[in-house]
């Protein structure tokens, strides 16, 4: 699955046949360094794998020796424009850059940056967005058409190739679902650099996690990505649980809880939605590989969840707790939930 070529940020390696890594990025102003790394705690703490920092001007550079001595995962310094702030996002120990050569000016500067992450074992990515495009390629295509991502993206990868660096991640993201799947499906023909997969503006979290989980989850499914950042407007967090949920959709990440739950009918006479949203609350952090069923009835509940490694079935005021299909115990409403995560906890 993925890109041929492997590149390492910190102590994370991307493409040539690493798992996919999950990445997300701070929102915290960057000259509050306390709430910054308060929040890469946090987003840490929810399985974020790679945590990117905007870096927009010399006082932020202060932000990265204390995410480093913060978190133990890459931090990753998202640079527009001036190489001399890559420059010394690299002297600072910063474990990957993101930035598009093509916009720090001349080929002197682009090689003191390719320089200076060599020297170091520092990858970049280049992030090319539906905005981004440069006018003559706009020109030639008309519109940000995947074809002109991918061109775009090539484009600037080629000007690092030119000082002979070639530790580069590539992420073509439009706000189009289509556009995005396309522009990756092409650069996946076109080279064999580690994919960067996310859909950018997704929108407000209802409608980001299911413009990613269209755009991301199509991709990884024909073998195409390498990490994924899931864009919402919503706490980052989210973005981290999300992106964890979408490769537990596919069957790529196999660690943690998978739920199955029934969308309710009539026959159910529990507050199913309650218990369902308590168990995946209580079980969000839980490493076991483990199928977990949360069902509306008995009728069906055991039998449909047959898989499921524990669940639970309502009943009328009550319900029954079963393992791999088989009845257990029979238990009333408010003991349920409890009951369950006493089974999980034997597991």
Do not use: W
Not at 112 to 131: E, F, H, L, T
């Amino acid at each position: 699955m993925g890109s041929k070529i492997q590149v390492t940020a910190g102590n994370v390696k991307i493409g040539g046949g690493a798992k996919v890594s999950v990445q997300s990025m701070l929102n915290i102003p960057s000259t509050d360094i306390e709430g910054s790394v308060r929040q890469a705690k946090e987003l840490e703490g929810a399985g974020c794998e790679i945590i990117r920092a905007a870096i927009p001007n010399k006082d932020a550079v202060k932000l990265i020796p204390a995410l480093k001595e913060a978190v133990s995962v890459p931090i990753v310094a998202d640079i527009h424009f001036d190489y001399k702030l890559a420059l010394e996002a690299c002297a600072a120990g910063i474990d990957k850059i993101r930035i598009n050569p093509g916009n720090i000016g001349s080929d002197d500067r682009v090689k003191a940056v390719a320089d200076a992450c060599r020297q170091r074992g520092i990858p970049i990515r280049i992030g090319v967005n539906s905005g981004s495009l440069e006018k003559e390629i706009l020109a030639k295509y008309g519109h940000p058409t995947p074809e002109a991502l991918c061109d775009s993206a090539l484009y600037h990868a080629s000007l690092l190739e030119k000082f002979d660096f070639n530790d580069i991640v590539l992420s073509m993201k439009s706000s189009t679902v289509s556009t995005m799947i396309k522009a990756y499906e092409l650069a996946a023909e076109r080279c064999d650099y580690p994919l960067h997969l996310g859909v950018t503006e997704a929108g407000t979290e209802r409608m980001g996690i299911i413009k990613s989980s269209a755009g991301i989850g199509a991709l990884l499914l024909h073998g195409i990505g390498d990490t994924i950042r899931v864009s919402l407007t919503a706490d980052p967090v989210k973005e981290v649980y999300a992106a964890h949920d979408i490769l537990k959709a596919l069957d790529i990440e196999k660690d943690g809880v998978q739920f199955v739950s029934c969308p309710t009918c009539g026959r159910t006479r529990i507050d199913l939605v309650k218990i369902a949203n308590e168990v995946e609350d209580k079980l969000r952090n839980c490493k076991k590989n483990i199928k977990v069923a949360v069902m509306g009835c008995v009728v069906n509940g055991p039998g449909e969840a047959r898989e499921a490694d524990i669940g639970i079935a309502g009943g009328d005021g009550c319900g029954l707790v079963f393992k791999k299909g088989e009845i257990l115990r029979k238990v009333p409403e408010d003991k349920l939930v409890d009951a369950l995560l006493e089974e999980v906890e034997k597991l």
